[in-house]
């Protein structure tokens, strides 16, 4: 598609370029024009959730990644009885809809009933002389694929960066280490002193302002001079 560019005005008759009028005022109210030394003012950080394999559940990644959020959330590593292999050592291609072993047969994952795909291999496994390190079933490997498998296998590929990990194993603690404190009292978190939601939440916001009080006071927060500060060696 051509973009036309408008012509440039021709001087006044008599008059050069330099001696043309210059261009008009802006109405009272207008807004100033954005100079080129002008920047956008950056916009929030991002949303970040850390959490453990608890909550690297496919429906919870598939939520936090619509919306936007940096997921931080472990994801178990698939497992198969016996050492075998498990089903990362299979070759999983969504879009093709197929699945390939480690001895490079290939099956088709067919829709079930249930939502998920299913990969049979079947007669394959038979003859196949990797037969007793995948599965002892008479017919053969089956590769289960769920709706949220390019979620759990996005996070599993993320928790292998080193410098995720460093961050997780970096973030992680404190908000675990927080949860903790909340709970080792006898007047703890962990069971309600009161019914109905209400009371159960305002005895909990209370719990939270007594452990934010103990972190303040091992900080040695003082107020001096109308602001608030910590003692350098609490630091």
């Given at each position: 598609?051509?973009?036309?560019?408008?012509?440039?005005?021709?001087?006044?008759?008599?008059?050069?370029?330099?001696?043309?009028?210059?261009?008009?005022?802006?109405?009272?109210?207008?807004?100033?024009?954005?100079?080129?030394?002008?920047?956008?003012?950056?916009?929030?950080?991002?949303?970040?959730?850390?959490?453990?394999?608890?909550?690297?559940?496919?429906?919870?990644?598939?939520?936090?990644?619509?919306?936007?959020?940096?997921?931080?959330?472990?994801?178990?590593?698939?497992?198969?009885?016996?050492?075998?292999?498990?089903?990362?050592?299979?070759?999983?291609?969504?879009?093709?809809?197929?699945?390939?072993?480690?001895?490079?047969?290939?099956?088709?994952l067919?829709?079930?009933?249930?939502?998920?795909?299913?990969?049979?291999?079947?007669?394959?496994?038979?003859?196949?002389?990797?037969?007793?390190?995948?599965?002892?079933?008479?017919?053969?490997?089956?590769?289960?694929?769920?709706?949220?498998?390019?979620?759990?296998?996005?996070?599993?590929?993320?928790?292998?960066?080193?410098?995720?990990?460093?961050?997780?194993?970096?973030?992680?603690?404190?908000?675990?280490?927080?949860?903790a404190?909340?709970?080792?009292?006898?007047?703890?978190?962990?069971?309600?002193?009161?019914?109905?939601?209400p009371?159960?939440?305002?005895?909990?916001a209370?719990?939270?302002?007594?452990?934010?009080?103990?972190?303040?006071?091992?900080?040695?927060?003082?107020?001096r001079?109308?602001?608030?500060?910590?003692?350098?060696?609490?630091?």
């Open positions: 598609m051509a973009v036309e560019q408008p012509l440039p005005a021709e001087p006044a008759a008599g008059a050069s370029a330099a001696e043309q009028p210059a261009e008009p005022a802006p109405p009272a109210g207008a807004p100033p024009a954005r100079g080129e030394d002008e920047r956008a003012e950056p916009g929030p950080e991002p949303l970040a959730v850390y959490g453990d394999a608890a909550y690297g559940a496919g429906a919870l990644l598939a939520t936090l990644e619509l919306a936007d959020i940096e997921v931080n959330c472990k994801v178990q590593p698939p497992v198969a009885p016996g050492g075998r292999y498990s089903k990362d050592a299979f070759g999983i291609d969504l879009e093709a809809a197929t699945v390939s072993c480690p001895a490079g047969q290939v099956a088709t067919r829709p079930q009933a249930d939502g998920q795909r299913i990969a049979r291999f079947g007669a394959a496994c038979g003859e196949c002389p990797l037969a007793e390190r995948c599965t002892t079933s008479e017919n053969g490997r089956t590769i289960g694929v769920g709706p949220h498998e390019a979620q759990l296998a996005r996070a599993r590929s993320r928790q292998a960066d080193p410098d995720w990990k460093a961050d997780y194993t970096a973030t992680r603690p404190k908000v675990e280490r927080k949860i404190h909340l709970m080792r009292r006898r007047h703890g978190g962990r069971r309600a002193r009161v019914r109905g939601r009371k159960v939440a305002a005895d909990f209370l719990l939270a302002a007594a452990a934010n009080l103990a972190r303040l006071g091992v900080l040695g927060l003082s107020h001079d109308g602001t608030w500060a910590a003692s350098a060696a609490s630091r």
